[in-house]
């Protein structure tokens, strides 16, 4: 299974970006998938999370109403649309496919992306 996320880059306070994760040699529609970001200095921090049937999502208060998950079982891509930046959203963005236990754990989670970054000037 391969995960690649690309969309980062810099942007300024007040703008968005849209990651996309591209999951090949592996299933994507029979597993939910989620994105979590990393700061420097900081732990992995969970920040959106789609079912299976990509019907239901959740997100950490931090990103609610700004970022939105979704996916595309005919492309086998998850994307997270980030809408109204801030400099603290500033991190390495990580997609990754779930395999068991509470979805905002990163160890619930088998296989990664390589992550790509996001900086939020202000």
């Not at 959740?58 to 980030?82: C, H, P, W």
Request: proline content about 2%; charged content about 20%; glycine content about 10%.
């Amino acid at each position: 299974v391969q995960l690649q996320a690309f969309g980062g880059g810099l942007v300024q306070t007040g703008g968005s970006l849209r990651l996309s994760c591209v999951v090949s040699r592996g299933t994507f529609r029979s597993y939910a998938m989620g994105w979590f970001r990393q700061a420097p200095g900081k732990e992995r921090e969970f920040v959106a999370f789609i079912t299976r049937s990509r019907d239901t999502t959740y997100y950490a208060d931090s990103v609610k109403d700004r970022f939105t998950i979704a996916g595309d079982n005919a492309e086998k891509t998850v994307y997270l649309q980030m809408n109204s930046l801030k400099a603290e959203d500033t991190a390495v963005y990580y997609c990754a496919r779930h395999f068991r236990g509470e979805h905002y754990y990163p160890t619930s989670y088998l296989y990664w992306g390589q992550g790509t970054l996001v900086t939020v000037s202000s």
